[in-house]
């Protein structure tokens, strides 16, 4: 068995075989000549988790290396039980998990233990099982409006750059996260960014909200797209058939008449992008069937 490596070059596609290695089965697509990132799209789900728990567990080391901190801003969704695997005995003896301050690139506006909360979701799936302080992890103030509550989030990591837990972009005066995970919903939308939102189009604060979500819940807070694109490193992982369609449009060079989804919109300014993709969220993409695994 092979994994293929597709290296993009302009519009062509060349395709080269490395002996496949059980513990990184995915395929790659290297896309960076077109600021799209590298595609890791993997045969399963279970592989995808995997290589997704190596990833940030890679993140985590060098950062904590260089900095002595690791921070990362989680969604919500299936993105958490997508990283279930960082739970197991491995990673809680090898992740430096007490240099860990947790943020949410986007929250719904509810109490802590609702059941919409992405809070809630990431501590039962997640928070709860591994050793991380507790006051390393920042969640917004779920008593708040959601004007209020994005007020504060805001605040709360400006407190935390101006101490250096956060580093600082080099190219503005935005947070510059060492991780942004996000999912992606059917629409293109990622964090609480919708296609055709104003919240889009928000470039002057960090952290905005907004009251008339497409989904629900209507109110949520989200951090702006300035800051998911400074971050030093962003993943989008996405699974299922039913977002193929805009893995697609996120992804593919589709011309000037498309609509502009949020997810395309995600190009990090001097950082690094890496879609974590299943084989049916990829089997739209242009040129899968060159390098598809049967």
């Not at 996000?182 to 604060?205: R, Y």
Request: with cysteine.
């Amino acid at each position: 068995m092979y994994v293929y490596i597709v290296h993009s070059i302009g519009t062509q596609i060349t395709l080269s075989s490395i002996p496949h290695f059980p513990s990184s089965s995915f395929m790659a697509l290297y896309g960076d000549d077109n600021g799209r990132g590298e595609l890791r799209i993997h045969d399963s789900i279970d592989e995808l988790s995997t290589d997704l728990a190596d990833y940030i567990a890679e993140l985590s080391d060098a950062s904590v290396k260089e900095r002595g901190v690791f921070t990362i801003a989680l969604s919500g969704g299936s993105l958490i039980g997508l990283m279930g695997r960082l739970c197991e005995a491995h990673y809680k003896k090898t992740v430096d998990w007490g240099k860990w301050h947790i943020f949410w690139a986007d929250e719904r506006v509810v109490a802590k233990n609702h059941a919409e909360s992405n809070y809630k979701l990431a501590k039962d799936g997640l928070l709860s099982k591994v050793p991380i302080i507790p006051n390393h992890i920042h969640s917004i103030n779920d008593s708040a409006s959601a004007e209020q509550a994005a007020e504060d989030y805001e605040f709360v990591i400006r407190q935390l750059v101006r101490t250096r837990v956060i580093s600082v972009s080099e190219i503005n005066d935005c947070p510059k996260f060492d991780l942004i995970i996000l999912g992606m919903g059917p629409d293109g939308h990622v964090a609480s960014l919708f296609p055709n939102h104003s919240a889009l189009n928000g470039n002057d604060g960090w952290v905005t909200f907004i009251t008339d979500s497409p989904k629900p819940p209507p109110e949520r807070i989200t951090f702006t797209m300035p800051v998911l694109n400074s971050a030093s490193n962003v993943a989008v992982v996405v699974t299922g058939i039913g977002k193929s369609e805009a893995v697609h449009l996120a992804i593919d060079n589709v011309g000037p008449n498309c609509l502009l989804l949020p997810a395309r919109m995600v190009r990090p300014s001097n950082g690094k992008l890496v879609w974590f993709l299943d084989k049916p969220a990829a089997s739209e993409l242009d040129n899968f069937s060159q390098f598809s695994q049967s």
